[in-house]
């Protein structure tokens, strides 16, 4: 039924405009174009430099006939042309496919055929990977070398050089928004620890709202210093080359984690925001005295993944690093729950807040809503801590679908919701805490058993370096807990029988590892643990 | 020309989410449920208990008939109902009617009668205004009156009580977003100082990136102290309910600005943000030394309208308010500009930090574009500080048009634009400072004089309290400037020639007044100063 509010009053040109991300950075370098958007080795470059890099580079890329839809693959680690291309694309309505540069040729061949790349702009680093990748496809992309001066020669696989592209083109090229917020404005490809990687696509609308959801999330002030250790190629370094531009931040980039250079570059350009898994804070403390020296002001830090332990939030804590823990997936653009963290809670003792802080939290204000429910009935389950749910996710940052994956997406999205796949409790006061992946959790006499809880017993061993639990089949249970180890080097003579012990003193008897495998753990080329291997070693135990 | 990035990847349920402002409160009180909402009087509640009263006065509306497209009146001060309404309407598709409470029945009786208000919700203090309002209309809307513990008896309208139409509804009522994030959310009539107000709609799109735009331009964090000194009946707060909300802060009440009163609050409760006119902050400086004293915290005021001259900036800094300067108007849900702050200005002398804060500034994050050119070729004028042209706006904050008024609304978005009608220079540095009303502007012997330069010139007298320039038809110049001038009660003897000569010094000489009358000053209900009937008497005088 219409209303008086109805008549006459439909969108038009000057009430309703495109939400795309690409607008934060013609406000910024209009604003401020003598701010420091780029810090990276010798470079310095303002907000103007930069807006002019970006116009000429969509212009260039519009010269030689890349239009909408097309797709621009990368293969860069987190240097300038990186956050360029974050906005150079979408200028013109290409989709930038950001490559994983640690995957090997075969992967990244895969990626450019099944994403259709017209163009690949990597950097010399990964001249080879991309040479052999490129041979084996049938409509071979324009390659162009980005030849960083941080990194020397490397490996050359083109004529053309990102430079000479830039030169090709207009630094006051006059680009355009999309016609429709819900163009695509990024592929992102899962790592695929089964099968095929699947194509996420983001689209502007989502990646606007995000990008703004990250300021709100972490109340982040103007002209952030951003130190790059996220990787860019990693959900579009979770939207945040566009939050950091719209706060007219500057972005420090990093081609490698090295906890010596971090340390120094958040000393020298008094660094004020990261993000990155927790094995990067880790890796931070491990750093010597001297590196960690001098560093005297507040640093936040955004970490997804496992919460790191109380020890390690603790020495954190103390080198001036405040954590906020989030939660996300690629098909959600990153972060989309946040540990949001309590004034109260300061005073507990460290144990009782790292546990708190160990929780993935609630909805960002940008995510439409969280469910924990049945994986099957998608019921909802009680918020009482205990009761064992995957978790649905659902809102204007949940990705377009998979790329030409229909049976894909349909399944992710069945029900109205999207599938992450990740197990968790609900707490009485709405906070969600993931327990296990749902391929991983281990069913053993009819009871959930979490390998997250059982790993994170592990882990308190003062002899365990790292540890993953997966279920082996058994007779009479169905499924037990099975505990690969890797030792410190230090930790002298461990027997099986010790770690089972230990186990006994903080475990339930039926969550305690029945088999204990000392080994080296197999790994992603993104680091994650790959438990189908390990499933796949437990069974070969029977 | 479609592409692979179209096919099977539409909106749906799990990925695409209404924007509207609704959202917020559901994970503030799910988040934060026990955290301070609102502060008035004696009244403390927390965010459970007022998303609670929200959801009963939802569900008591939508159970009295109330639907989609409805619109529901409300004449209220800045109390708890005012706030409740901001999310109650919403929740059920109402469109929510902010009166000003300063309009006597014949223009309340007009914007009801227009609006087609099927429901009043008014507080005592303004129950005769409504009793004589609503007597008048054919279609008599259903009165609720709202009897405040903080203003007495008032004169009861109805026999319906809010708190007791509250106890009709349901607390767990289940309320559902609008189909369409383009669904009017609120009606708000311009003041109209010439001609009937015209009903300025806003849509749930527009609020919900309005009040996310508040936060980031104010970088404002979790938590704040909101001190209602703005009503929420203009520009629905300038959005603040929403953001305020958003970041689970707490709503500080107030009937009516008392300087003794907001200073007392701002001790009390440590608040953290204001927003309002210059005047408020006139009125702080002038209260007595005990009620400024025992203000240790800093506290942040948003102002719109003409900026405070220097020594009231310096004086309100002194006092620990830091001043953030804005432009907007009615059809654009309030603020559209900031004068965004740079710090290398914190090093220059007052006079001039004052004169750069005096400038309307920039676009905010969430504005599409602002644009300063020709008011009838809509050509760009250059920006160099001097040329005068009007101001342009678009984006998603603009309104989606006057009600029921297809001509002005052809007219307020020509050539894809919204006309404001107000006239500034664009600075070199993209800053724009509003110079005067298109229809106040003065044309003498073909040079534009902005009675805004010759009004602060005025001010500046010390013996003027208010000023206002208009233009005078003069036979040979074609228009003079003509001031009228209300003195200070201290002031002695100060005549015509005074005022002129004093002009002189400071202003070139075709700007200065060739007319100044003594006089009271005629103002709207609002507070504006009606430059229509200046005008008319300086026709007079020829």
Not at 89 to 109: E, K, Q, S, Y
Not at 419 to 443: N, Q, S
Request: with cysteine; aromatic share 8%; glycine share 8%.
């Amino acid at each position: 039924m219409t209303s008086i509010f109805d008549e006459g009053l439909a969108p038009r040109d000057a009430n309703y405009a495109v939400q795309s991300p690409v607008d934060f950075i013609e406000r910024t370098a209009s604003v401020y174009p003598n701010y420091p958007a780029i810090i990276h080795g010798a470079i310095r470059r303002n907000w103007a430099e930069t807006y002019d890099r970006c116009r000429r580079l969509a212009s260039a890329l519009k010269g030689r006939g890349i239009h909408r839809g097309d797709t621009v693959a990368v293969m860069l680690p987190n240097i300038p042309a990186m956050v360029e291309c974050h906005f150079a694309m979408p200028m013109i309505g290409a989709v930038l496919n950001t490559l994983n540069v640690r995957l090997d040729a075969d992967a990244i061949g895969f990626m450019l055929e099944h994403g259709e790349a017209k163009v690949v702009i990597a950097d010399r680093e990964f001249g080879q990977v991309i040479k052999d990748a490129v041979s084996g496809l049938k409509n071979k992309p324009l390659v162009i070398d980005v030849d960083d001066p941080e990194y020397g020669e490397g490996v050359q696989v083109s004529d053309l050089d990102y430079e000479a592209l830039l030169k090709e083109g207009d630094p006051e090229f006059q680009w355009s928004f999309p016609a429709d917020e819900w163009d695509a404005i990024s592929l992102n490809y899962t790592s695929g620890t089964t099968g095929n990687p699947k194509g996420v696509v983001y689209h502007h609308r989502g990646a606007y709202v995000n990008a703004l959801g990250n300021q709100a999330v972490w109340s982040m002030g103007m002209h952030p210093v951003y130190l790059w250790t996220l990787p860019m190629f990693h959900c579009n370094g979770w939207c945040f080359p566009w939050t950091i531009t719209a706060m007219a931040g500057t972005h420090v980039c990093l081609r490698r984690v090295d906890p010596e250079k971090i340390l120094q570059l958040i000393r020298d350009h008094q660094v004020t925001h990261m993000c990155g898994a927790p094995i990067v804070l880790n890796a931070l403390l491990n750093a010597s005295p001297e590196a960690k020296a001098g560093i005297d002001h507040e640093v936040k830090s955004m970490t997804a993944g496992a919460a790191p332990p109380a020890q390690v939030i603790g020495a954190i804590e103390e080198l001036g690093i405040k954590v906020t823990h989030v939660y996300g997936l690629t098909e959600v653009y990153g972060p989309v729950t946040v540990c949001a963290w309590k004034s109260e809670w300061d005073e507990l003792p460290l144990d009782e807040r790292a546990k708190l802080k160990a929780r993935q939290g609630v909805r960002y204000h940008t995510m439409g809503g969280t469910m924990v429910g049945d994986p099957n009935t998608m019921e909802p389950v009680p918020k009482d801590g205990k009761t064992i749910g995957e978790i649905f996710l659902r809102g204007n940052t949940v990705m377009k679908g998979y790329l030409k994956n229909p049976t894909a997406t349909e399944e992710a999205f069945r029900g109205g919701w999207f599938h992450t796949g990740d197990l968790a409790v609900w707490h009485e006061d709405g906070y969600l805490e993931i327990k296990d992946r749902l391929k991983d959790i281990i069913i053993s006499g009819g009871e959930n058993i979490s390998t997250i809880e059982v790993e994170d017993t592990l882990y308190r061993h003062p002899a365990v370096m790292e540890a993953a639990v997966v279920a082996r089949p058994d007779e009479k249970w169905g499924e037990t807990p099975c505990a690969f180890v890797t030792l410190k080097p230090e930790a002298g003579d461990v027997s099986e029988e010790d770690i089972i012990s230990f186990c006994r003193e903080h475990l339930a008897r039926f969550k305690v590892p029945k088999t204990v495998i000392f080994t080296d753990l197999p790994k992603t080329s993104t680091g994650k643990i790959q438990k189908f291997v390990l499933r796949d070693q437990a069974k070969e135990l029977n």
